[in-house]
């Protein structure tokens, strides 16, 4: 079994940053990839970062490449979601994902999921 659990979320400004973290616990067994979704109230869920935890090969949705940037600390099974320049726009629940070979636009791709942590940026 995986267990992900997310931290960092909160509430800022618009223009400012948030970091979240994203930890991940048991069964490393097809899980070579990590990543962050959001969904925002009445939307769907977005697939917005993707890291192969042994390549760190590095996948960005249009809507946050360049001011986004997905990392990890492979000792402590942790990948972060550094957020610059934020907008309203932003404001969602931010999910952390694990699976093997899975991909940003296939949701179902990914089989191991944390309980979110709230982002909210204020215009």
């Known amino acids: 079994q995986v267990k992900l659990e997310e931290s960092g979320g909160g509430s800022v400004g618009a223009g400012g940053s948030l970091r979240l973290a994203c930890t991940a616990s048991?069964?490393?067994?097809?899980?070579?990839?990590m990543g962050w979704f959001r969904q925002a109230p009445g939307k769907e869920r977005e697939g917005i970062a993707l890291i192969y935890t042994t390549t760190e090969d590095i996948d960005y949705a249009d809507s946050v490449k360049g001011r986004f940037t997905i990392s990890q600390d492979y000792g402590t099974r942790t990948v972060y979601l550094q957020m610059n320049n934020l907008s309203p726009e932003d404001t969602a629940m931010y999910y952390c994902?694990?699976?093997?070979?899975?991909?940003?636009?296939?949701?179902?791709?990914?089989?191991?999921w944390g309980g979110g942590t709230q982002v909210t940026v204020s215009s």
């Open positions: 994902a694990a699976g093997h070979n899975p991909t940003l636009r296939n949701e179902r791709s990914w089989p191991y």
């Open positions: 048991g069964s490393t067994y097809r899980r070579n990839v």
